[in-house]
Nanobody
């Protein structure tokens, strides 16, 4: 599986942005897909994920209510819709996938087999 993340950019606080994660080589419907981010000088952290069975989603507390993950199986794509962006959301965002991940592991980076290259989101006035 190859993952291609895109959609990052420079936005102002309060703006919205939608990131895309396109998968090739395997149907994304069969995979759990997670979003992680890494800010300069900080460790990679979990943002949210969608499970492969039924599409249940979970989110980190820091983004709950502002970010939404959705999946378009026909396009083999998972989206991260980010609303009400804050300067502290500035980071490189990565998508990751696994066909064997279970729900309880969705927030754990080491549980994913495949990673995209990352897309930079900068929130600044």
């Amino acid at each position: 599986v190859q993952l291609q993340a895109s959609g990052g950019g420079l936005v102002q606080p309060g703006d919205s942005l939608r990131l895309s994660c396109v998968a090739s080589g395997r149907t994304i419907r069969a995979s759990g897909v997670g979003w992680f981010r890494q800010a300069p000088g900080k460790e990679r952290e979990f943002v949210g994920a969608v499970h492969r069975n039924g599409g249940s989603t979970i989110y980190a507390d820091a983004v709950k209510g502002r970010f939404t993950i959705s999946r378009d199986n026909a396009k083999n794509t998972v989206y991260l819709q980010m609303n009400s962006l804050r300067p502290e959301d500035t980071a490189v965002y990565y998508c990751a996938a696994s066909s064997t991940i279970i729900y309880s592991q969705l927030s754990i980076a080491s549980s994913y087999n495949y990673w995209g290259q990352g897309t930079l989101v900068t929130v600044s006035s």
